[in-house]
T-cell receptor, first 116, second 114 residues
Framework: DTEVTQTPKHLVMGMTNKKSLKCEQHMGHRAMYWYKQKAKKPPELMFV???????INESVPSRFSPECPNSSLLNLHLHALQPEDSALYLC???????????????FGDGTRLSIL | DQQVKQNSPSLSVQEGRISILNCDYTNSMFDYFLWYKKYPAEGPTFLIS?????DKNEDGRFTVFLNKSAKHLSLHIVPSQPGDSAVYFC?????????????FGKGTKLSVKP
């Protein structure tokens, strides 16, 4: 069982809808991540939060808006998405980031998002 | 340009034998390498990692070898079991650089036949 919990597991939404993906971890990790994975492709980093502050935004369109309410929670707010945004969205966490932090990232099972 | 390459999309091995999954990288700044296993409908599961100061790391049936001069790493699974059948991703990062930016290979689908 994964220690990173993502909800919902599946989400179907129209291009005008607003929805949110949620991620929770209780391992005391201080870094949390959002990845996007298209079919038959590797995960691609979207955002990194370190100590609840956004530290990396990999040129992600503004229709994706991350939020880190506290050290255990990470949200991804979605608005006006396009059909090409349909993918598996993965959340991950690790103990920390930066020099000396050779710690693995632990992933949730993802949210399968379909945009109609 | 792919910085992490897994050139074998698939590998088939008999149960009990050794599985060897290979990974090549191009960025000499990478200093931390990981292997993940992924089943369908699940997220990647961390298997084993290695820092660039080592050339081998072992955990049970899994051993990762790192050859820095060749920019190559491999994952050995001995003995292979049918439950090992999954997609295996190699990943790399620069721990002092872009924080937490894992670069993944495209994955190798391992099938272990009973």
């Amino acid at each position: 069982d994964t220690e990173v919990t993502q909800t919902p597991k599946h989400l179907v939404m129209g291009m005008t809808n607003k929805k949110s993906l949620k991620c929770e971890q209780h391992m005391g990790h201080r870094a949390m991540y959002w990845y996007k994975q298209k079919a038959k492709k590797p995960p691609e980093l979207m955002f990194v939060y370190s100590y609840e502050k956004l530290s990396i935004n990999e040129s992600v369109p503004s229709r994706f808006s991350p939020e880190c309410p506290n050290s255990s929670l990470l949200n991804l707010h979605l608005h006006a998405l396009q059909p090409e945004d349909s993918a598996l969205y993965l959340c991950a966490s690790s103990q920390g980031t930066g020099t000396g932090y050779n710690q693995p990232q632990h992933f949730g099972d993802g949210t399968r998002l379909s945009i109609l | 340009d792919q910085q992490v390459k897994q050139n074998s999309p698939s590998l088939s091995v008999q149960e009990g034998r050794i599985s060897i999954l290979n990974c090549d990288y191009t960025n000499s700044m990478f200093d931390y390498f990981l292997w993940y296993k992924k089943y369908p409908a699940e997220g990647p599961t961390f298997l084993i990692s290695i820092s660039s100061i080592k050339d081998k790391n072992e955990d049970g049936r899994f051993t990762v070898f790192l050859n820095k001069s060749a920019k190559h790493l491999s994952l050995h699974i001995v003995p292979s079991q049918p439950g090992d059948s999954a997609v295996y991703f190699c990943a790399a990062s620069v721990t002092g650089g872009s924080q937490g930016n894992l670069i993944f290979g495209k994955g190798t689908k391992l099938s272990v036949k009973p």
